[in-house]
């Protein structure tokens, strides 16, 4: 019984530790994203993505979240104007849609 208690423990320590290393995993591509995002635009842009696609506030995971950032990143390494972009982020369309319909709307 008692082996079994310690099992079960060294397997509950072994899912924290990967959950710990998820999330560090997570943190660390949510700065890499803002920072590119602050690069291609400004601190602001960064940061109003951060709040606005924080999963706080919608109903997707924290990759949604990640994704959302990322999206943002490809579109305004397309030359889209920030207002436009994170606004076009919003939508369902993805990244190479969101693109070509600005690029045709000009």
Do not use: W
């Amino acid at each position: 019984m008692e082996s079994l208690i310690c099992r079960e423990k060294i397997e509950l320590s072994g899912l924290t530790g990967a959950i710990r290393q998820q999330e560090a995993r997570q943190r660390k591509k949510e700065r890499e994203l803002l920072e590119g995002i602050a690069a291609l635009s400004d601190y602001e842009t960064a940061q109003a993505a951060a709040d606005i696609y924080t999963p706080r506030e919608h109903a997707y995971s924290f990759d949604g979240y990640l994704h959302q950032l990322s999206k943002l990143q490809t579109v305004l390494k397309a030359g889209i104007p920030a207002n436009a972009a994170m606004e076009a982020v919003d939508t369902c369309l993805d990244a190479d849609m969101i693109i070509r319909n600005y690029r045709d709307g000009k």
